[in-house]
């Protein structure tokens, strides 16, 4: 099983980026897939996660900033973040397990499978 991620970059505060997630080497329409991301200097945090009737929780440092989306057919999911702010500045990294979302949310140790990782950069 493998996540690729893709879509990070540089903007300035305010802007949008969308951040992508495929994954190959089983369907994950049983699954919840989601983000997390580390600043530099800190822990890793959970950002969004959606199930695969595509139930979404956000974490309410990017609650209607951020949008996370899936499409089961295509096994990816995409996150769009909007009003980026500079503290949103890290790596940003997919994920994905068969797991309840409260567990995907809160354990993400137990999580299976990662991706590599796309960086984000908002500047002031």
């Known amino acids: 099983v493998q996540l690729q991620a893709s879509g990070g970059g540089l903007v300035q505060a305010g802007g949008s980026l969308s951040l992508s997630c495929a994954a190959s080497g089983r369907s994950f329409s049983t699954s919840v897939m989601g983000w997390f991301r580390q600043a530099p200097g800190k822990e890793r945090e959970f950002v969004a996660g959606i199930t695969r009737w595509h139930g979404t929780i956000h974490a309410d440092s990017v609650q209607g900033r951020f949008f996370i989306s899936r499409d089961n057919a295509k096994s990816t999911v995409s996150l769009q973040m909007n009003n980026l702010k500079p503290e949103d500045t890290a790596v940003y990294y997919c994920?994905?397990?068969?797991?309840?979302?409260?567990?995907?949310?809160?354990?993400?140790?137990?999580?299976?499978?990662w991706g590599q990782g796309t960086l984000v950069t908002v500047s002031s």
């Open positions: 994920a994905a397990d068969d797991v309840e979302i409260s567990v995907y949310r809160a354990n993400p140790q137990r999580l299976k499978y």
